[in-house]
């Protein structure tokens, strides 16, 4: 099996809701982001993927949350716990974007893991188990 993984990153802004803390409060991060595809085959130049490609499919599922003020996304803007918008949401949103994407374009290979830092010391990864190529 390969590999491979991009970083990028993206500013924009969150409050979390039903939390007592800093957290709750209007403010901003410069996210890390972290996405790992895996694959079996290597394609005729010897690649898994073309960095170059991977980058743009995270670009597009990012579009969206660089500069924004994430409560205001649809999928964040609801009760639900899965809506509140913390880093493990986020990475899983990350997550279930690029998937979608990346099924859109290539055969054969999957997102592994998305690991997102809300900072230089914290981090959060989702991955998904069982999942087959
Ligand atoms: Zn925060």
Request: glycine content about 4%.
């Amino acid at each position: 099996m390969y590999e491979l993984t991009v970083k990028t990153n993206f500013a924009a802004a969150h409050s979390l809701r039903n939390y007592s803390g800093e957290c709750a409060s209007l403010h901003g991060h410069t996210w890390v982001v972290e996405v790992s595809v895996v694959g079996r085959e290597l394609d005729d130049a010897g690649m898994l993927i073309d960095f170059k490609k991977l980058k743009q499919l995270i670009a597009k599922t990012i579009e969206e949350l660089d500069h924004s003020y994430i409560n205001e996304i649809l999928y964040f803007n609801s009760d639900s716990k899965y809506s509140n918008p913390t880093a493990e949401n986020l990475a899983r949103y990350i997550y279930e974007n690029l998937k979608r994407e990346l099924k859109s374009v290539e055969q054969g290979i999957r997102v592994s893991k998305v690991r997102l830092w809300e900072s230089p010391n914290a981090s959060v990864t989702y991955w998904e188990e069982n999942k087959s190529l």
